[in-house]
């Protein structure tokens, strides 16, 4: 990995790790159109640089959460059963999910689909006007269940949780700030997990801990005003523009690798 690649890497960590589009998705294919090498040393800086994006979280919602008790245990009951499901299924899920790329771009493109679909029945049947703070214990562990869903890659943890909240009425900014706060125990747990296996598997060169830094400074910076950036947006537009770039990114993958997915 040279330099630059690993700033690019950065930032696509940095735009992507918050918005329903699936970061995992997105660092796959970039490093393949990048052609860097899927070594260990690649899954490790992928894991690590998601610190840098968390901790975007922490800076910008770190008083709330520590102040309001209440909040932090709806998040704990949503991060239960992805942590179940994770931990049964995460094996299976790596080896094989993450390794079919037919899968991955067909599942980016259904959750585009159902954006789309879902924001058109929004317009003419429900209102969705509700706020956090409104959230049931028996709500917080559907959403976790939803998010549970999002360990398949393509299908973005993001996504599920805000449309697990906005089936619930939840405001898509409200959805999406939760979706953020969630983020904290989950990409914790997983990012922890994933470590673990690749301690003794990754010894770090001095150019390895340059390349890794600069990954993880550089996703932090762009979440930090991705994050301030989707919470704006969400006040005025719909999850319409999303489903719009899944299915066309989708639609250019499947054109570009044509028959070398099946």
Same mark, same amino acid.
């Given at each position: 990995?040279?330099?630059?690649?690993?700033?690019?890497?950065?930032?696509?960590?940095?735009?992507?790790?918050?918005?329903?589009?699936?970061?995992?998705?997105?660092?796959?294919?970039?490093?393949?159109?990048?052609?860097?090498?899927?070594?260990?040393?690649?899954?490790?800086?992928?894991?690590?640089?998601?610190?840098?994006?968390?901790i975007a979280v922490l800076?910008?919602?770190?008083?709330?959460?520590?102040?309001?008790?209440?909040?932090?245990?709806?998040?704990?009951?949503?991060?239960?059963?992805? @942590?179940?499901?994770?931990?049964?299924?995460?094996?299976?899920?790596?080896?094989?999910?993450?390794?079919?790329?037919?899968?991955?771009?067909?599942?980016?493109?259904?959750?585009?689909?159902?954006?789309?679909?879902?924001?058109?029945?929004?317009?003419?049947?429900?209102?969705?006007?509700?706020?956090?703070?409104?959230l049931t214990w028996k709500?917080?562990?559907?959403?976790?269940?939803?998010?549970?869903?999002?360990?398949?890659?393509?299908?973005?943890?993001?996504? @599920?949780?805000?449309?697990?909240?906005?089936?619930?009425?939840?405001?898509?900014?409200?959805?999406?700030?939760?979706?953020?706060?969630?983020?904290?125990?989950?990409?914790?747990?997983?990012?922890?997990?994933?470590?673990?296996?690749?301690?003794?598997?990754?010894?770090?060169?001095?150019?390895?801990?340059?390349?890794? @830094?600069?990954?993880?400074?550089?996703?932090?910076?762009?979440?930090?005003?991705?994050?301030?950036?989707?919470?704006?947006?969400?006040?005025?537009?719909?999850?319409?523009?999303?489903?719009?770039?899944?299915?066309?990114? @989708?639609?250019?993958?499947?054109?570009?690798?044509?028959?070398?997915?099946?």
């Amino acid at each position: 990995m040279e330099i630059w690649q690993s700033f690019v890497l950065g930032i696509i960590e940095g735009l992507t790790e918050f918005l329903p589009i699936s970061s995992t998705f997105h660092l796959i294919f970039v490093s393949k159109f990048l052609m860097i090498e899927n070594s260990d040393f690649l899954k490790f800086f992928e894991v690590f640089i998601q610190a840098g994006a968390i901790i975007a979280v922490l800076f910008l919602y770190g008083k709330e959460l520590w102040q309001d008790r209440e909040l932090d245990k709806k998040i704990i009951l949503s991060f239960i059963p992805t @942590a179940i499901v994770g931990f049964l299924l995460h094996s299976i899920i790596k080896s094989f999910f993450f390794e079919t790329d037919w899968l991955m771009i067909g599942s980016f493109m259904l959750v585009g689909i159902i954006f789309i679909v879902y924001e058109w029945q929004l317009k003419k049947n429900k209102k969705i006007d509700k706020e956090i703070k409104d959230l049931t214990w028996k709500q917080s562990i559907v959403i976790g269940i939803g998010q549970a869903l999002a360990t398949l890659p393509g299908v973005s943890r993001a996504g @599920a949780v805000m449309l697990s909240m906005m089936v619930m009425g939840q405001k898509r900014s409200q959805a999406a700030k939760y979706s953020f706060l969630l983020a904290l125990p989950t990409i914790c747990a997983a990012a922890g997990y994933d470590m673990f296996k690749l301690i003794g598997k990754t010894t770090l060169s001095s150019e390895e801990i340059l390349l890794t @830094a600069i990954g993880f400074v550089t996703a932090f910076v762009v979440a930090f005003f991705v994050l301030k950036w989707f919470i704006a947006y969400l006040q005025k537009h719909t999850l319409t523009g999303f489903g719009i770039y899944r299915i066309v990114m @989708a639609s250019v993958l499947l054109l570009i690798f044509g028959s070398a997915l099946f």
